[in-house]
């Protein structure tokens, strides 16, 4: 068990750039899950992957954000257009999917400064 | 919107002495989650409890659950400092659904 892996650990970027983030899950873990952290708060759910498929994505996802998970096993996050609004820590987390009693395992996160 | 509600957002204690933090939720469940945060790092998993236990264990960790009030608590006993971090409870939202949503989380300083 390696871990839930998150890069990069940190981005700076101007506003109106786009970045992308990627997260490794623990390799038998078939769920994959994306929150956004600001400070002082709660992880907020941002969307899961069951497998390659996206199950659900929060109404408070814009547009600009879209995540995707190939062939079923890393997934990559992406922010167009960024704005400061988007400067948060970005967590990923992994889980056995089916059971809804599976932990979830998260990563170190990605914090995005946006300038 | 959060799912879970923490009481208190922080809490301040002397090492050795217990600290209770409470969780409320919205809907029904059928299990509830507590996370701890280190500053800067990821959630880490500390325990769950079904909707058909009321109280569960682990270590220095009790947890109880009042689904006629939709509650829960967080007892650390004998606190350490190392024990400083964020706490979360967490649920789903809905049955039959992967998605997990997290409380805003309470805030435990101990001092040495």
Not at chain 1, 1 to 14: A, E, F
Not at chain 2, 38 to 47: C, E, F, K
Request: aromatic share 8%; with cysteine; hydrophobic share 25%.
């Amino acid at each position: 068990d390696t871990g839930v892996s998150q890069n990069p650990r940190h981005k700076i970027t101007k506003r109106g750039q786009n970045v992308t983030f990627r997260c490794d899950p623990i390799s038998e873990h078939n769920r994959l899950y994306w929150y956004r952290q600001t400070l002082g708060q709660g992880p907020e759910f941002l969307t899961y992957f069951q497998n390659e498929a996206q199950l659900e994505k929060s109404r408070l996802l814009s547009d600009r954000f879209s995540a995707e998970r190939p062939k079923g096993s890393f997934s990559t996050l992406e922010i167009q257009r960024t704005e400061q609004g988007d400067s948060a820590m970005y967590l990923c987390a992994s889980s056995r999917g089916g059971r809804e009693s599976s932990p979830l395992h998260f990563g170190n996160g990605t914090r995005l400064t946006v300038t | 919107s959060q799912q879970g509600e923490e009481d208190p957002q922080a809490l301040s204690i002397q090492e050795g002495e217990n600290a209770t933090m409470n969780c409320s939720y919205k809907t029904s469940i059928n299990n509830l989650q507590w996370y701890r945060q280190n500053s800067g790092r990821g959630l880490v998993h500390l325990i769950l409890i079904r909707s058909n236990e009321r109280e569960k264990h682990s270590g220095r960790l009790r947890v109880t659950l009042d689904t006629s009030k939709k509650s829960s608590s967080l007892l650390i006993t004998a606190s350490r400092a190392a024990d400083t971090a964020s706490y979360f409870c967490a649920t789903h939202g809905s049955s039959n659904t992967g998605k997990l949503i997290f409380g805003q989380g309470t805030t435990l300083q101990v001092k040495p």
